[in-house]
């Protein structure tokens, strides 16, 4: 069993949720490393609220109702529930999901639908795998983005079966090109319907019905029967696996330990609770060369920098807002692969940009100077910290909660110089008229460095 101390609880915590708050870090060194991941990190919590009226509304798909102000609202609403998720990863697994099983925004245009789609990932988040699959292949969000409503006996669509073989269960290399076409007959027939409700029916006159030959079996299969068969294939268990691995350990998978992985998943009958948390008790987790070597996404700079600070009532507007030109854009990922992560997001453009965020927390306004909905008071922030009268421990204490591994002695001396800002130790103290403004850029410049865009 792992050992259970600072170092690993706040790797846990950095991977596993979207940052963490000091509260959070107490909370996970409180208890044992089993419990905390059984029962808090896979705890059960109950149902959001919706994010509005207008989430209900069965009305069809209608180009001049306001959709993409209602997409707006509902991205601010997500950021919301990540930025308050507690000591739960149930946010962060919907947004594994919402990578995995691809929808777009800019295709399937109707909020309603989304945000169906968006509560069967939370419904589901630590659920099993094969009945998700089965959920998302007539979901109406799929249906429409990757073109199952346009799938009948007379023109089989190839879209969705292609991914579902090549990016949802299994991966290239373990099926043909007849697999494909024999999995877009089987899904043929269902079609969306706003009659009474938003859902997906199967309108049998458009259904195949006739035999069908899949992966070496022969029968007249609908969409059940062929992912039934997709996962009696050993490999299906080490395609997710490997896709957890890059998301919450390392972007190269140790295929041993993918292995181990794909028999707990099997054993327990594709349920995801069971993996993540033989997953996160395991050892292998916790190895040295695997913390702090992850790039943050965007969400995760976004939502852990309000975490960090324990900002109530977080601007989740100003949030939507940055993460866009940082190339996250929620329910919109750029194509069917989703978002590709790690080294993707750093570069010359969305570094600064990252920086102006940060920047903006601390200053309390944006880059063009308008003031943030939610205000950070930085003395008062600073003075919650036992050490802030004393500059050594402060920067210390700080360093040790927001970097995930020890940094080099000319870093931290750089940050104890510019907290002094011109003072000296012996005469710091957060009660002159400059502690602010000291503070101040003691943090836009700690947010600033390579060390904090990891986790």
């Not at 494909?180 to 049998?204: C, F, M, P």
């Not at 299969?221 to 050993?234: A, D, T, V």
Request: glycine share 4%; proline share 5%; with cysteine.
């Amino acid at each position: 069993m792992p050992v259970w101390n600072q170092t690993n609880a706040k790797h846990l915590l950095a991977r596993a949720l979207f940052g963490y708050s000091r509260k959070n870090l107490e909370t996970a060194l409180s208890t044992s490393l089993e419990n905390f991941v059984d029962n808090f990190l896979l705890a059960n919590v109950a149902a959001p609220p919706i994010p509005a009226a207008w989430t209900w509304l069965n009305d069809k798909p209608d180009p001049n109702a306001p959709n993409g102000e209602r997409n707006r609202e509902m991205i601010a609403w997500w950021f919301g529930l990540m930025a308050n998720e507690g000591t739960s990863m149930r946010e962060k697994m919907v947004l594994f999901w919402h990578n995995h099983y691809v929808s777009e925004y800019e295709k399937v245009n109707f909020p309603q639908i989304l945000h169906l789609q968006n509560k069967l990932f939370r419904d589901n988040a630590f659920g099993n795998f094969k009945q998700l699959t089965k959920l998302v292949t007539i979901d109406p969000a799929m249906l429409i983005y990757l073109d199952g409503q346009l799938n009948n006996r007379n023109a089989p669509n190839e879209n969705y079966g292609r991914e579902l073989l090549e990016l949802f269960t299994i991966g290239i290399g373990h099926y043909t090109e007849t697999d494909v076409k024999e999995a877009a007959r089987s899904l043929t027939g269902w079609q969306n319907n706003y009659d009474n409700g938003i859902k997906s029916v199967l309108n049998r006159n458009r259904f195949d019905n006739t035999n069908k030959t899949f992966m070496g079996q022969t029968g007249n299969f609908g969409y059940e029967e062929i992912i039934n068969i997709i996962f009696n294939k050993e490999e299906t268990a080490k395609f997710l696996c490997r896709k957890l691995y890059k998301e919450f350990v390392y972007a190269t998978p140790d295929e041993n330990f993918i292995t181990q992985m794909a028999n707990v998943f099997r054993n327990n009958d594709y349920n995801i609770k069971p993996l993540l948390s033989f997953l996160f008790k395991s050892e292998h987790f916790y190895k040295p060369e695997f913390i702090g070597v992850k790039i943050k996404s965007p969400v995760e700079l976004l939502v852990g920098t309000v975490k960090y600070f324990d900002i109530a009532n977080a601007d989740t507007n100003y949030m939507r807002e940055a993460a866009s030109p940082l190339q996250q854009v929620l329910f919109d990922p750029p194509n069917v692969k989703g978002w590709q992560g790690q080294r993707n997001w750093i570069s010359t453009t969305s570094y600064p940009l990252r920086n102006q965020y940060t920047d903006a927390i601390i200053n309390n306004r944006k880059a063009n100077g308008v003031a943030t909905a939610s205000r950070l008071p930085m003395l008062s922030y600073a003075r919650s910290y036992k050490s802030a009268e004393n500059a050594v421990q402060f920067v210390q204490d700080i360093v040790d909660l927001m970097y995930q591994f020890p940094i080099s002695k000319q870093r931290q001396e750089s940050l104890l110089t510019t907290l002094l800002s011109g003072t000296t130790v012996a005469n710091w103290t957060t009660n002159t008229p400059q502690a602010e403004q000291r503070i101040q850029q003691f943090f836009r410049t700690l947010m600033r460095t390579p060390e904090y865009q990891l986790c």
